[in-house]
């Protein structure tokens, strides 16, 4: 099945610094989100993004299929931002398509 | 509008114990999933749902059985509890697009579940 690997593992930074997160995946995809897991451990989806860049609000992605990464952007962290980012794909071939696979995640630590 | 509820939150079971992981979602979606997840690690996909009356299997679903009970409901059973079975499950829900293309995933709060 596909591998998808994301970087760095785990991130400190002092509140107000950007942060760049990737994410690394073995073949072609139909689809790529990214998710964001709260210290209470709510999963919260941050973006549906096979393609292209979006924005919402401190963050954004970009997605370049074609080389078969994505990166998440935050600016301005603050002490919420904090929790594990998830970054899962859909595989395009037939045999796992309809099912996510999700990499083991970003641990983002913002410090006050 | 609730989203996707599991129930229960919290469980402990003995070792051979049986029990009923519950999920339903209001959001009239077609595609249903459990996930389970380990310290350290990411989600793992146990059987997932892509339509009423059909269920398949996913990376991990050997002590599982799924139900896929109506539109709204997709419950997991484990029919007799193992230790390695203590995770953290994840419900979620999606529009399944055409053949393949999952949308935007949502998920629930996640149960607890502890064997001893």
């Known amino acids: 099945g596909i591998q998808v690997e994301q970087s760095p593992p785990d991130l400190i930074l002092q509140e107000g610094a950007n942060s760049t997160l990737r994410c690394n995946f073995s073949d072609s995809v139909n689809n790529l989100q990214w998710f964001h897991q709260n210290p209470w451990g709510q999963l919260i989806n941050l973006f549906y993004?096979?393609?292209g860049t979006k924005q919402n609000g401190r963050l954004s992605a970009t997605t370049v299929a074609t080389e078969r990464y994505s990166l998440l952007y935050i600016s301005s962290s603050q002490t919420t931002d904090s929790g594990v980012y998830f970054c899962a794909v859909e595989e395009r071939s037939s045999g796992s398509a309809r099912q996510l696979t999700f990499g083991s995640g970003t641990q983002l630590t913002v410090l006050p | 509008n609730a989203g996707v509820t599991q129930t229960p939150k919290f469980q402990v079971l003995k070792t051979g114990q049986s029990m009923t992981l519950q999920c339903a979602q209001d959001m009239n979606h077609n595609s249903m999933y459990w996930y389970r997840q380990d310290p350290g690690m990411g989600l793992r996909l146990i059987y997932y749902s892509a339509s009423e009356g059909t269920t398949d299997k996913g990376e991990v679903p050997n002590g599982y059985n799924v139900s896929r009970l109506n539109k709204r409901e997709f419950s997991l059973r484990l029919e007799s509890a193992a230790p390695s079975q203590t995770s953290v499950y994840f419900c979620?829900?999606?529009?399944?697009?055409?053949?393949?293309?999952?949308?935007?995933?949502?998920f629930g709060e996640g149960s607890r579940l502890t064997v001893l």
């Open positions: 993004i096979p393609s």
């Open positions: 979620a829900s999606t529009i399944l697009q055409g053949w393949a293309n999952t949308g935007e995933l949502f």
